[in-house]
């Protein structure tokens, strides 16, 4: 069974920067890929970044392009999202996940794709 483990969430100003951990069991570093995901209240969840096991591709939302950045130590079997410039409307619970499948079904934007999710960290940007 597939474990992920988000931390680092917490309260900033905006403009301010967090970086949040998924700690991921060993079998999970098999995994083809891993994201990022974000619910607000009252929204459905949405993309914010994503990338392969290999950590050659990279792909992110263009509501954060530029100023988040998604990247993984497979020797921790950790995935980072360094979060910079932080607004208000990221405010949000942030959810890890990865899939095991060897290909790519939906997209690495769609949640369709990952069979395995954490249990989110709350990120809050005061104005």
């Known amino acids: 069974q597939v474990q992920l483990l988000e931390s680092g969430g917490g309260l900033v100003q905006a403009g301010g920067s967090l970086r949040l951990s998924c700690a991921a069991s060993?079998?999970?570093?098999?995994?083809?890929?891993s994201a990022w995901f974000r619910q607000a209240p009252g929204k459905e969840r949405e993309f914010v970044a994503a990338?392969?096991?290999?950590?050659?591709?990279?792909e992110y939302s263009d509501s954060v392009k530029g100023r988040f950045t998604i990247s993984k130590d497979s020797a921790k079997y950790t995935v980072y999202l360094q979060m910079n410039s932080l607004k208000p409307e990221d405010t949000a619970v942030y959810y890890c996940?990865?899939?095991?499948?060897?290909?790519?079904?939906?997209?690495?934007?769609?949640?369709?794709?990952?069979?395995?999710w954490g249990q989110g960290t709350q990120v809050t940007v005061s104005s």
């Open positions: 990338i392969s096991w290999s950590g050659r591709i990279t």
């Open positions: 996940a990865t899939t095991l499948k060897m290909r790519i079904d939906f997209g690495f934007d769609n949640v369709d794709e990952y069979e395995y």
């Open positions: 060993e079998r999970a570093f098999s995994a083809f890929a």
